[in-house]
Every structure is written in structure tokens, then in C-alpha cells.
């Protein structure tokens, strides 16, 4: 089993900067790769962006590419997510998963999952 906890959500203006973290304990010798999702209200639960755990590959969501960042702290078992020029938009509650296998036909299928952290961005 894996553990996973967000924290750095908030109420920012837009335009403003977050920096999400995700901390990961449990079984982590396993994870391929870690990612963000986020959800709005009224909306499905969309990809943001994922890293791969040992090659430090990074892949984003088109809506936030040039904004977010994704990065990784192997030695902490945390991933991160820095978000810039935040948009209204940006809104939605911001998860945190790990993936412990490559899915090439399902990349988006993800094991294990964090509660969530709230992100409001205010026009």
C-alpha cells in the first residue's frame, strides 16, 4: 500500500502563484510514475501532469503547459507541483497519485490516490 498526502492548496488571485505538495510513504520502492489530477465542480477528473519516478520524464496537460511544473524529491518521496499565472479556470480540487506499473494503452490509470487539496483562483 502506498500513502499519499497533498497540502499547498489555497485561495489565490489570478494571475498568482500555489505550490502543491504531495508526500508519499507505505511501499514506494515500486512507484513508475506520480501525477496530478485535478477536478472541477460539475467535472470529471482530468490529468494536470505526471513524472516518471527514474527518469525524471515530465508530461503536462495542454491547459497548463508553460504554467505548472512538476518535480520530485526521490530522497523525500514527495512530488511537487509548481503553478503560475493561475487562471480562474484553475480551479478544482487537486489530487495526487502514484502509478506503480507503465500502462502504455491506459496512461491516465493510476493505483493509489490522496485525498485532495483545494484550489480556488479568484478573477
Known amino acids: 500500500q502506498v500513502q499519499l498526502v497533498e497540502s499547498g492548496g489555497g485561495l489565490v488571485q489570478a494571475g498568482g502563484s500555489l505550490r502543491l505538495s504531495c508526500a508519499a510513504s507505505?511501499?514506494?520502492?515500486?512507484?513508475?510514475?506520480m501525477g496530478w489530477f485535478r477536478q472541477a465542480p460539475g467535472k470529471e477528473r482530468e490529468f494536470v501532469a505526471g513524472?516518471?519516478?527514474?527518469?525524471?520524464?515530465?508530461y503536462y496537460a495542454d491547459s497548463v503547459k508553460g504554467r505548472f511544473i512538476i518535480s520530485r524529491d526521490n530522497a523525500k518521496n514527495t512530488v511537487s507541483l509548481q503553478m503560475d499565472s493561475l487562471k480562474p479556470e484553475d480551479t478544482a480540487v487537486y489530487y495526487c497519485?502514484?502509478?506503480?506499473?507503465?500502462?502504455?494503452?491506459?496512461?491516465?490509470?493510476?493505483?493509489?490516490w490522496g485525498q485532495g487539496t483545494q484550489v480556488t483562483v479568484s478573477s
Open positions: 497519485a502514484s502509478q506503480l506499473l507503465p500502462r502504455p494503452s491506459k496512461p491516465y490509470e493510476y493505483d493509489y
Open positions: 513524472i516518471r519516478w527514474r527518469t525524471s520524464t515530465t
Open positions: 507505505g511501499r514506494t520502492g515500486s512507484t513508475y510514475a
